[in-house]
């Protein structure tokens, strides 16, 4: 009989899973002793790694003093007002003020809400369509759901959020197809500016330049979905900086705190800010319980303190380098079919006789390193970003011998 707990992304049949028991940068322990590689920095959020005692000492601290307090209309605490100003320095557009959530999931349907009360408040209450990519994924509350692409991940699932649609991924020119036909009434475009769960796409050259320009045409806001790319994952504090491309509205998690207490947001540019702000009397009457809860936003504090210590955004490009190398030359010599990615987050693409998950299931039992398998044709990799040089190599000497074995 399978357990009480009904896992996520998993069979519901499954009766046996790994237990990890115990974390040290970027190794993992299970509960039979034996140790990994953690390849997917847990799903792509531990970059400063695991069992940090000073964000132990800091949460600790917090809780100890006061755990947390709602931020709802009158009240406020310290710690939600002072991360939010340290993310302001570090924003991917300037002038913006942070909505905070408890998860990617909440920060996309905050920001499809926000893109369209802000029109509301702007006089274009007409706009309402939200526009997003096939292949993207979004989180999986109702609204992000609605908007991303991966077609198993919606099935069954409906019927979704009205007015919402998905253009090709590279497909610039649907998109203006689109645009130009229901110009005035798009809301907001989402993007991710590297596909993550999709696959590890990053978004072709030009493409995201064009973007930003149609939304300005049409009136629409631009949102890039930087739940996985924040934070140091492509060597800059978000892709947006990578990209030079200034979006309206971001949203935020994972690494935000390295998964050491669940915190997301959205950064709420100049334009959708204004709106949000132009009538004294507007009461915004939207929020989550946890929203700015003070553990959480102190667990991000010490977070991006050491990730700015220990210099980790910088680093993402040496950890990036190395996989990107190694994988290189698996590619080279045809044990894979090809390599994709960009930063510290990369795929291996299988040839059509490969398994994903046989892979994934041989580089776990046999070589020690956690992946993350995609369908029967990519493994994705995105370590934490204090991975060894060493701890590089066993993931790339894992997929080797995988490939190996299973020819």
Request: hydrophobic letters at 45%; a negative charge.
């Amino acid at each position: 009989m399978p357990q009480a707990f009904l896992h996520p992304f998993a069979k519901p049949t499954r009766e046996s899973f790994t237990r990890i028991v115990r974390g040290e940068g970027a190794l993992l322990w299970d509960a039979d002793g034996r140790q990994f590689v953690d390849g997917m920095a847990s799903l792509w959020y531990c970059a400063i790694g695991h069992g940090r005692k000073e964000m132990a000492d800091a949460i600790a601290a917090q809780v100890s003093t006061l755990e947390a307090y709602s931020c709802f209309d009158p009240f406020t605490t310290g710690p939600a007002e002072e991360l939010a100003e340290v993310l302001r320095d570090i924003a991917p557009m300037p002038d913006s003020r942070i909505f905070f959530t408890g998860s990617g999931s909440e920060s996309i349907d905050t920001a499809m809400k926000l893109a369209r009360i802000a029109h509301v408040q702007a006089g274009q209450g007409h706009r309402k369509l939200i526009i997003s990519r096939v292949r993207g994924y979004h989180g999986t509350a109702y609204g992000g759901t609605s908007a991303q692409g991966i077609a198993p991940n919606r099935q069954d699932f409906g019927p979704f959020v009205d007015d919402v649609v998905q253009v090709p991924a590279d497909d610039v020119e649907a998109l203006a197809s689109l645009m130009a036909e229901r110009g005035n009434e798009v809301a907001a475009v989402i993007v991710e500016p590297v596909q993550g769960a999709g696959g590890i796409f990053p978004a072709t050259e030009g493409y995201l330049e064009r973007v930003r320009r149609l939304c300005d045409q049409h009136g629409a806001y631009l949102v890039f979905d930087e739940v996985i790319t924040g934070f140091g994952r492509l060597g800059s504090w978000f892709a947006a900086h990578h990209y030079g491309v200034t979006p309206d509205l971001v949203t935020f998690a994972k690494a935000v705190t390295s998964g050491y207490q669940p915190l997301g947001g959205v950064f709420v540019g100049p334009a959708p800010r204004a709106a949000l702000e132009r009538d004294p009397d507007f009461f915004l009457r939207h929020g989550f319980t946890y929203s700015g809860h003070a553990t959480a936003c102190v667990a991000a504090l010490t977070n991006l303190g050491i990730m700015r210590r220990e210099g980790l955004v910088e680093r993402a490009l040496h950890v990036g380098g190395r996989l990107e190398a190694g994988l290189r030359a698996l590619a080279d010599d045809g044990s894979i079919h090809h390599v994709r990615g960009l930063g510290a987050m990369w795929a291996a693409g299988l040839h059509p006789d490969q398994h994903a998950m046989q892979l994934r299931d041989h580089m776990l039992d046999q070589g020690g390193v956690v992946c993350r398998a995609l369908n029967a044709d990519s493994l994705l990799f995105c370590p934490p970003l204090v991975t060894t040089d060493e701890q590089v190599d066993q993931i790339v000497d894992a997929v080797a011998a995988a490939v190996n074995a299973h020819r």
